[in-house]
Every structure is written in structure tokens, then in C-alpha cells.
């Protein structure tokens, strides 16, 4: 069973979670957006079943509740960040509102941050870009998950999610947000928290073997994408996020599941101004017609529509802001449990 939950109280709620834990109002505000919009663009592996995740690092101090973030390099168009294991979504936000600004600037701009942490969905700050007009590309390391290809049982290479943006014209941004694995991490999760099985193909468990039950997915190794494809693009994802901006890479990440370990997390990000290239006006009217395109291509068989990249998600937010969330039940116990711990029943929304 699922329980309908409205979006503003949740939200409140979440909010005031991480205020208890010490986090300032305007941080754990970001941190609860961030969340419901997973919630709410129908990526519930990144969404407030995450929450407790976060309370615990908290509380064991492996992440911050508040950080004074530092530029290492500041060099125009170039940046570099030390989060000092501050809040990944606070840093992660920061980051590209300053290469945003950097790039109406120069044109373009590039910035990295290391010792950052868990950040949730990648495209919630590349869609930063798109709505200020710019187009944007983020990545970020994370914890190991699969092998380098040709091995199975030594997990070395994370997700390292990438995602993409751009301005849609007359539609919602495109928004493009993947993983290197064939499925995100917390997918797997997700199911161990509906107790339901996983398809065949994502993981292996830790005897390398195929595997349909999550928490033998969960202690062995996830499969990457397209086979070598996948497994490469992740190795290149942790140069850019981990290498290149002087933070943690391959195994010497921590993701956010061990509560009290410093993550060491590294993001990387590069903005580009629409207007530096060609009129935004005429930018929007071009993709205008590419989306046009797209969507007029004949259907294949069990098909109703094409979708754009991030259309879907678009769809998926305005329908749970009217109807609510279906959040599943480990989750909502999950949330009460934590709405006795910080004494904050009177505002559970369910």
C-alpha cells in the first residue's frame, strides 16, 4: 500500500528535519526541494526515501551541517571549489549559480568541487542553466559500484551520474540525467524498499553471479551500460569530477550509505551561454522545430508518443503537485520514525 502525500507539507516537513540536525532554514530548504522534485519528477531512488541517508551522516559528522566553502583557483572563467564535506546539495546549487553567472560572463565557464558529498538528482542544477538561458553539462563521482570492465568481483568504478540541459523553446527545458551503470544505484534501493525483485541484467551478486534480489544486488556489483561502453564513460566521468578537481575518485569514494564515512565526493561543471553562440531568440525557435521533429517521426508498434528528453519528467511534475505523492511504505515508516526521534510529529504529513 501506498499513501498520498501533498507536496507543501512534505516539504515543510523534510525542511524542518534538517533544521533540527542543526542545518540553516535556507540549506535545508534546498536539501528538501531537491528531494520532493526527484519525488516529484518520478525518480523516487533520489527522492525523501533518502532522507534518513542524510540525517545519519549528519549525525555522525561525516557531513556538515554548515560549511564555509573556500575557491582554491579562481581564475575568471575557471573555478575551483573546497566544500569541506559540506552539504552536497548546497554545494552543488552554489556551484553552478556561480559557473551561471561566470558564463553570461565569458561565455562559457567550467568549475569543479571537491570534498563535497551525495547531491541527489544531477539534473536538478543543470536545469539551473537551461532556465538562465544557457545550456550545461555536470557530473559528480560517487561510490564504487561495478567493476573495471573484464572484472567482476572488485567493485572500483561509481555510477558517476552526467546530465545535460538546454533551454526548450516554447517546452520544458531538455534534460538529460543518466548513470553509467544500466540502472542508477539507488534504483535498487528503491526496490528493496518496495520488497519487490529487479530485472535480470542490472547486478551481480558478491559471487558474481546474475541476481534478481536487491540486497544480494546491494552487496555485489551493479553492471554498467552497454557493456564496455558504460564501464569506460564512468571511468572518464570520475577523471573530470574526481581527478581534475583534486577530490576523491574510485574507491576511495564514499557514498552516502556509509553514515560514517567522509564521502570525498567530486563535481564537475560547465556552463555555456545560448546568447554567445546565437540569439536566444533564434536558439528557441530552432529548438522549437528540432522538438517538432522529434515528436512527428512515425510511431514504432506499442508506441503512443516520442518524447523528448526531460518531457516526461515535466508531465510526471505537474501531475503529482495536483494529485500528491505515492511514497512507498518503508519510506513512510522511515518518516515517522524520524518524526519521533526529532520530535516532529505535529508535522508528518500523512
Excluded at 531537491?34 to 525518480?43: C, I, K, R, S, Y
Aim: aromatic share 8%.
Amino acid at each position: 500500500m501506498t499513501a498520498l502525500v501533498q507536496i507543501a507539507p512534505l516539504q515543510t516537513f523534510i525542511c524542518a528535519v534538517y533544521v533540527a540536525l542543526g542545518v540553516p532554514e535556507e540549506h535545508a530548504g534546498l536539501l528538501s526541494d531537491t528531494l520532493v522534485q526527484a519525488d516529484l519528477w518520478g525518480h523516487q531512488s533520489h527522492g525523501v526515501l533518502r532522507t534518513s541517508w542524510y540525517v545519519e551522516r549528519l549525525r555522525t559528522g561525516a557531513m556538515k551541517a554548515f560549511t564555509t566553502p573556500h575557491y582554491v583557483i579562481d581564475r575568471g572563467a575557471v573555478a575551483v571549489i573546497d566544500g569541506e564535506d559540506g552539504i552536497g546539495q548546497v554545494l552543488a546549487f552554489r556551484a553552478m549559480d556561480d559557473a551561471i553567472s561566470r558564463a553570461k560572463t565569458y561565455g562559457m565557464a567550467s568549475i569543479t568541487v571537491r570534498n563535497s558529498n551525495h547531491f541527489g538528482t544531477v539534473m536538478y542544477y543543470t536545469r539551473m542553466a537551461a532556465q538562465a538561458g544557457c545550456i550545461a553539462f555536470m557530473t559528480c563521482n560517487g561510490g564504487p559500484a561495478m567493476a573495471p570492465w573484464g572484472g567482476y568481483r572488485d567493485k572500483l568504478v561509481g555510477t558517476n551520474p552526467w546530465s545535460i540541459s538546454a533551454p526548450g523553446g516554447s517546452h520544458p527545458p531538455l534534460l538529460l540525467d543518466i548513470a553509467n551503470t544500466g540502472v542508477a544505484r539507488g534504483k535498487i534501493y528503491l526496490a528493496k524498499n518496495r520488497h519487490q525483485s529487479i530485472p535480470e541484467g542490472w547486478a551481480l551478486d558478491a559471487d558474481g553471479k546474475p541476481t534478481t534480489d536487491p540486497a544480494a544486488a546491494i552487496a555485489g556489483i551493479i553492471l554498467p551500460m552497454a557493456g564496455h561502453k558504460g564501464y569506460a564513460i564512468g571511468v572518464m566521468m570520475d577523471v573530470l569530477a574526481g581527478v581534475l578537481s583534486g577530490s576523491r575518485f574510485l574507491d576511495e569514494v564514499n557514498g552516502p550509505y556509509h553514515s560514517a564515512r567522509k564521502s570525498g565526493v567530486g563535481h564537475f561543471i560547465t556552463v555555456y551561454d545560448v546568447e554567445a553562440f546565437v540569439p536566444l531568440t533564434e536558439f528557441n525557435s530552432r529548438i522549437d522545430a528540432y522538438i517538432h521533429k522529434l515528436k512527428a517521426a512515425p510511431l514504432a508498434q506499442g508506441f503512443e508518443e516520442i518524447f523528448y528528453p526531460g518531457e516526461l519528467e515535466a508531465r510526471n511534475d505537474v501531475y503529482n503537485r495536483t494529485a500528491g505523492l505515492a511514497l512507498p511504505p518503508d519510506t513512510l515508516t522511515d518518516l515517522s520514525r524520524l518524526a519521533d526521534e526529532l520530535n516532529l510529529r505535529h508535522l508528518l504529513p500523512f
